[in-house]
Protein backbone atom coordinates (compact mmCIF):
# COMPACT_ATOMS: atom_id res chain seq x y z
CA UNK A 1 0.00 0.00 0.00
CA UNK A 2 3.04 1.96 0.98
CA UNK A 3 4.47 1.51 -1.94
CA UNK A 4 1.96 2.31 -4.21
CA UNK A 5 1.14 6.13 -2.58
CA UNK A 6 5.28 6.65 -3.21
CA UNK A 7 4.59 5.71 -7.09
CA UNK A 8 1.81 7.92 -6.87
CA UNK A 9 3.96 10.90 -5.54
CA UNK A 10 6.98 10.34 -7.72
CA UNK A 11 4.27 10.13 -10.59
CA UNK A 12 2.65 13.21 -9.60
CA UNK A 13 5.79 15.49 -9.14
CA UNK A 14 7.03 14.17 -12.75
CA UNK A 15 3.53 15.31 -14.02
CA UNK A 16 4.39 18.73 -12.52
CA UNK A 17 7.88 19.98 -12.72
CA UNK A 18 7.46 19.86 -15.89
CA UNK A 19 4.36 22.68 -15.33
CA UNK A 20 6.57 24.72 -12.56
CA UNK A 21 9.21 25.33 -15.35
CA UNK A 22 6.53 26.40 -17.96
CA UNK A 23 4.62 28.86 -15.01
CA UNK A 24 7.71 30.38 -14.58
CA UNK A 25 7.67 31.98 -17.99
CA UNK A 26 3.91 32.58 -17.11
CA UNK A 27 4.04 34.90 -14.64
CA UNK A 28 0.31 35.81 -14.82
CA UNK A 29 -1.13 32.58 -15.81
CA UNK A 30 -2.91 33.79 -18.75
CA UNK A 31 -3.51 32.31 -22.14
CA UNK A 32 -1.55 29.43 -23.06
CA UNK A 33 1.73 28.70 -24.66
CA UNK A 34 1.26 28.82 -28.71
CA UNK A 35 2.52 25.85 -30.26
CA UNK A 36 5.13 25.65 -32.92
CA UNK A 37 2.53 25.15 -35.65
CA UNK A 38 0.00 27.96 -34.24
CA UNK A 39 3.51 30.12 -34.57
CA UNK A 40 4.32 29.36 -37.99
CA UNK A 41 0.72 30.09 -39.06
CA UNK A 42 1.63 33.69 -38.15
CA UNK A 43 4.95 34.03 -39.25
CA UNK A 44 4.49 34.81 -42.44
CA UNK A 45 6.22 38.04 -43.18
CA UNK A 46 8.95 37.91 -45.86
CA UNK A 47 11.67 40.77 -45.32
CA UNK A 48 13.12 43.00 -47.87
CA UNK A 49 16.35 40.51 -48.56
CA UNK A 50 13.92 37.87 -48.57
CA UNK A 51 14.41 36.40 -45.22
CA UNK A 52 11.23 34.70 -44.30
CA UNK A 53 10.33 33.78 -48.14
CA UNK A 54 8.89 30.36 -47.61
CA UNK A 55 10.34 27.19 -49.99
CA UNK A 56 8.92 27.68 -53.56
CA UNK A 57 8.89 29.13 -56.67
CA UNK A 58 7.25 30.06 -59.82
CA UNK A 59 7.43 31.93 -63.14
CA UNK A 60 5.58 34.37 -65.30
CA UNK A 61 4.40 31.69 -67.49
CA UNK A 62 2.53 30.41 -64.92
CA UNK A 63 1.46 33.14 -63.13
CA UNK A 64 -0.33 34.46 -66.35
CA UNK A 65 -3.49 31.12 -65.19
CA UNK A 66 -3.48 32.16 -61.32
CA UNK A 67 -3.67 36.04 -62.52
CA UNK A 68 -6.37 35.82 -64.85
CA UNK A 69 -8.77 33.52 -62.56
CA UNK A 70 -7.89 34.95 -59.44
CA UNK A 71 -6.80 38.50 -59.43
CA UNK A 72 -7.69 39.85 -62.98
CA UNK A 73 -11.57 40.55 -62.39
CA UNK A 74 -10.94 43.15 -59.87
CA UNK A 75 -6.87 44.44 -61.23
CA UNK A 76 -7.88 44.19 -64.82
CA UNK A 77 -6.60 41.86 -67.29
CA UNK A 78 -2.93 43.95 -67.54
CA UNK A 79 -2.95 45.34 -64.14
CA UNK A 80 -4.88 48.31 -65.08
CA UNK A 81 -7.19 47.99 -62.34
CA UNK A 82 -10.94 47.66 -63.07
CA UNK A 83 -13.60 50.65 -62.33
CA UNK A 84 -11.34 51.78 -58.68
CA UNK A 85 -9.79 48.56 -58.00
CA UNK A 86 -6.02 49.25 -57.70
CA UNK A 87 -4.01 49.57 -60.53
CA UNK A 88 -1.03 46.88 -60.39
CA UNK A 89 0.99 47.93 -63.19
CA UNK A 90 2.47 50.63 -65.17
CA UNK A 91 3.26 54.55 -63.75
CA UNK A 92 7.28 54.23 -64.73
CA UNK A 93 8.58 57.59 -64.72
CA UNK A 94 5.55 59.29 -63.45
CA UNK A 95 6.48 59.37 -59.62
CA UNK A 96 7.66 63.15 -59.98
CA UNK A 97 5.03 64.36 -62.24
CA UNK A 98 2.02 66.04 -60.89
CA UNK A 99 0.14 62.89 -61.24
CA UNK A 100 2.20 60.32 -59.87
CA UNK A 101 0.77 56.57 -60.71
CA UNK A 102 2.34 54.84 -57.71
CA UNK A 103 1.79 51.14 -58.52
CA UNK A 104 3.87 47.64 -57.54
CA UNK A 105 5.81 48.08 -60.16
CA UNK A 106 6.77 52.09 -60.15
CA UNK A 107 6.70 52.64 -56.46
CA UNK A 108 6.99 49.31 -54.64
CA UNK A 109 11.17 49.20 -53.37
CA UNK A 110 11.28 45.48 -52.90
CA UNK A 111 9.87 41.86 -54.69
CA UNK A 112 9.32 40.04 -51.49
CA UNK A 113 6.88 43.15 -49.88
CA UNK A 114 4.77 42.12 -53.04
CA UNK A 115 5.18 38.29 -51.96
CA UNK A 116 4.25 38.79 -48.50
CA UNK A 117 1.02 41.98 -48.93
CA UNK A 118 -0.54 39.17 -51.71
CA UNK A 119 -0.04 36.30 -49.54
CA UNK A 120 -1.38 37.94 -46.48
CA UNK A 121 -4.39 39.74 -48.08
CA UNK A 122 -5.22 38.81 -51.64
CA UNK A 123 -7.08 37.68 -53.02
CA UNK A 124 -9.44 40.42 -51.41
CA UNK A 125 -11.86 38.41 -49.46
CA UNK A 126 -10.04 34.69 -49.67
CA UNK A 127 -7.10 36.08 -48.09
CA UNK A 128 -4.26 33.28 -47.49
CA UNK A 129 -5.74 30.87 -50.26
CA UNK A 130 -2.65 31.17 -52.57
CA UNK A 131 -0.49 28.02 -52.42
CA UNK A 132 3.56 29.50 -52.06
CA UNK A 133 3.86 28.24 -55.90
CA UNK A 134 1.29 30.01 -56.64
CA UNK A 135 1.82 33.32 -54.79
CA UNK A 136 5.65 33.46 -56.38
CA UNK A 137 4.18 32.75 -59.67
CA UNK A 138 1.49 35.44 -59.28
CA UNK A 139 4.46 37.91 -58.27
CA UNK A 140 6.76 37.13 -60.90
CA UNK A 141 3.47 37.59 -63.43
CA UNK A 142 3.53 41.36 -62.30
CA UNK A 143 7.06 41.81 -61.96
CA UNK A 144 7.02 40.43 -65.77
CA UNK A 145 4.63 42.68 -66.50
CA UNK A 146 6.32 46.03 -64.89
CA UNK A 147 9.25 44.99 -67.20
CA UNK A 148 11.21 44.04 -64.17
CA UNK A 149 12.17 40.28 -65.15
CA UNK A 150 11.58 38.28 -67.98
CA UNK A 151 8.68 35.77 -68.84
CA UNK A 152 10.82 32.74 -67.82
CA UNK A 153 12.93 34.17 -64.76
CA UNK A 154 12.19 31.36 -62.20
CA UNK A 155 11.20 33.76 -58.61
CA UNK A 156 11.77 31.58 -56.24
CA UNK A 157 12.83 32.12 -52.39
CA UNK A 158 16.39 32.35 -52.84
CA UNK A 159 16.05 35.49 -55.57
CA UNK A 160 13.81 37.03 -54.31
CA UNK A 161 15.11 39.43 -52.17
CA UNK A 162 17.86 40.36 -54.94
CA UNK A 163 15.12 41.58 -57.20
CA UNK A 164 15.96 44.94 -57.91
CA UNK A 165 13.21 47.42 -58.45
CA UNK A 166 12.97 50.41 -59.78
CA UNK A 167 11.91 52.71 -57.13
CA UNK A 168 14.43 51.22 -54.70
CA UNK A 169 16.63 54.36 -54.49
CA UNK A 170 13.20 56.58 -53.89
CA UNK A 171 13.29 55.49 -50.42
CA UNK A 172 15.29 57.80 -47.29
CA UNK A 173 16.47 56.34 -44.66
CA UNK A 174 16.10 57.61 -41.82
CA UNK A 175 13.41 59.52 -42.97
CA UNK A 176 14.95 63.06 -43.90
CA UNK A 177 11.11 64.54 -42.45
CA UNK A 178 12.27 67.52 -40.17
CA UNK A 179 9.31 66.67 -38.07
CA UNK A 180 10.17 63.49 -37.47
CA UNK A 181 14.23 64.08 -37.08
CA UNK A 182 13.98 62.97 -33.55
CA UNK A 183 12.40 59.60 -33.66
CA UNK A 184 14.77 57.93 -35.60
CA UNK A 185 16.73 55.47 -33.95
CA UNK A 186 16.63 57.26 -30.34
CA UNK A 187 13.25 58.31 -28.88
CA UNK A 188 13.11 61.95 -28.37
CA UNK A 189 12.18 62.05 -24.47
CA UNK A 190 12.25 65.60 -23.47
CA UNK A 191 12.32 69.21 -25.84
CA UNK A 192 11.09 67.50 -28.22
CA UNK A 193 9.48 70.32 -30.06
CA UNK A 194 11.80 71.05 -33.52
CA UNK A 195 11.18 74.68 -34.58
CA UNK A 196 9.07 74.37 -37.74
CA UNK A 197 8.65 76.88 -40.60
CA UNK A 198 5.52 76.89 -43.45
CA UNK A 199 6.97 77.01 -46.69
CA UNK A 200 3.75 76.51 -48.58
CA UNK A 201 0.06 76.72 -48.60
CA UNK A 202 -2.43 73.79 -49.96
CA UNK A 203 -4.58 76.88 -51.42
CA UNK A 204 -1.40 78.24 -53.04
CA UNK A 205 -1.52 75.22 -54.90
CA UNK A 206 -5.30 75.06 -55.06
CA UNK A 207 -5.77 71.64 -53.61
CA UNK A 208 -7.62 72.95 -50.85
CA UNK A 209 -10.34 75.52 -52.63
CA UNK A 210 -10.99 78.63 -51.29
CA UNK A 211 -14.57 78.24 -48.90
CA UNK A 212 -17.42 80.52 -50.24
CA UNK A 213 -18.41 82.95 -48.34
CA UNK A 214 -21.98 83.86 -48.74
C1 LIG B 1 -12.29 41.30 -55.24
C2 LIG B 1 -11.31 42.19 -55.81
C3 LIG B 1 -9.84 41.79 -55.73
C4 LIG B 1 -9.26 40.62 -56.15
C5 LIG B 1 -9.92 39.40 -56.79
C6 LIG B 1 -7.84 40.79 -55.92
N1 LIG B 1 -7.59 42.00 -55.36
FE1 LIG B 1 -5.76 42.80 -54.97
N2 LIG B 1 -6.64 44.43 -54.17
C7 LIG B 1 -7.99 44.64 -54.03
C8 LIG B 1 -8.23 45.79 -53.19
C9 LIG B 1 -9.57 46.34 -52.77
C10 LIG B 1 -6.96 46.28 -52.81
C11 LIG B 1 -6.65 47.44 -51.87
C12 LIG B 1 -6.70 46.88 -50.47
C13 LIG B 1 -6.33 47.90 -49.44
O1 LIG B 1 -5.77 48.96 -49.77
O2 LIG B 1 -6.59 47.60 -48.25
C14 LIG B 1 -5.99 45.42 -53.46
C15 LIG B 1 -4.62 45.62 -53.37
C16 LIG B 1 -3.70 44.83 -54.00
C17 LIG B 1 -2.28 45.12 -54.07
C18 LIG B 1 -1.61 46.35 -53.48
C19 LIG B 1 -1.73 47.50 -54.45
C20 LIG B 1 -1.06 48.77 -53.95
O3 LIG B 1 -0.34 49.40 -54.73
O4 LIG B 1 -1.28 49.13 -52.78
C21 LIG B 1 -1.69 44.10 -54.74
C22 LIG B 1 -0.22 43.95 -55.05
C23 LIG B 1 -2.75 43.16 -55.11
N3 LIG B 1 -3.95 43.64 -54.65
C24 LIG B 1 -2.54 42.00 -55.80
C25 LIG B 1 -3.55 41.07 -56.05
C26 LIG B 1 -3.31 39.77 -56.63
C27 LIG B 1 -1.96 39.25 -57.06
C28 LIG B 1 -4.52 39.15 -56.71
C29 LIG B 1 -4.81 37.75 -57.16
C30 LIG B 1 -4.15 36.70 -56.48
C31 LIG B 1 -5.52 40.08 -56.21
N4 LIG B 1 -4.89 41.23 -55.82
C32 LIG B 1 -6.88 39.83 -56.22
C33 LIG B 1 -8.98 43.89 -54.65
C34 LIG B 1 -8.79 42.65 -55.21
Given at each position: ???LVKK???FLVILIIPNLLIAEERKFYLGKIATKTEIAGWDI???PDG???PLGSGSAINGE???AEQCASCHGDFGEGLDRWPELVGGEDSLDTHDPVKTTGSYWPYASTMYDYIYRAMPFGVAQ???HDETYQVVAYLLYMNEIIEEDFV???KNIGKIKMPNVEGFLMPDPRPDIANVNGNPCMQNCNTPTEIIGKARDIDVTPEEEKS
Open positions: MFALVIDVRLGAEVYSLTLND
